[in-house]
């Protein structure tokens, strides 16, 4: 079994904090791996968020303090959220040489070869969600357990050009 260490990224409290949460409980499990989680904990009625930390400005200073940590302590990481959330995060562009795993979930009525759209400063994606299910980034490469496993065997921390 392929055991990952998934952390919701609370925008309300310490980035840093989390990640070393995070990690050690990786490391104490034998995951060789992080996916930090960041999206909105939701919203209120008229649309504000939940959490007024969630809002772009706050959240991106949490995520980076996580990112920066987790590269401190060598641990390879990825980030998970959404297209649009991650876009509006502004992300330096050093965030760019981990893994991303994108949820953007199309209409129904959406033609069948849609994308998602790539929040800068990412390139392309590592994984694919789409309606709760993961797909493969190409429908002609590996599946996405040869996927995770590929991620898995890339040091995250490395930035691109390293990576084999």
Do not use: K
Not at 50 to 78: K, M, N, Q, S, Y
Not at 88 to 111: D, K, N
Not at 134 to 157: E, F, K, Q, S
Request: charged share 25%.
């Amino acid at each position: 079994m392929l055991a990952r260490t998934y952390s919701y990224l609370r925008s309300w409290e310490d980035g840093a904090s989390q990640a070393t949460f995070a990690i050690e409980l990786a490391r104490d499990h034998g995951s060789p791996f992080v996916w930090v989680d960041c999206e909105p904990a939701g919203y209120n009625d008229d649309g504000s968020y939940r959490h007024a930390t969630d809002a772009p400005a706050f959240a991106r200073t949490v995520l980076v303090a996580w990112l920066e940590r987790a590269i401190e302590l060598g641990f390879p990481v990825g980030v998970y959220g959404g297209a649009h959330y991650l876009a509006s995060l502004r992300l330096p562009e050093r965030c760019s040489t981990l893994p991303l795993w994108v949820a953007f979930y199309p209409r129904p009525s959406a033609p069948p070869d849609i994308r998602p759209p790539v929040p800068a400063p990412w390139t392309t994606y590592a994984i694919w969600q789409r309606r709760g299910d993961v797909r493969r980034r190409d429908r002609r490469g590996p599946g996405t357990c040869a996927l995770r496993r590929a991620l898995i065997a890339t040091p995250a921390t490395q930035p691109r050009s390293e990576r084999r």
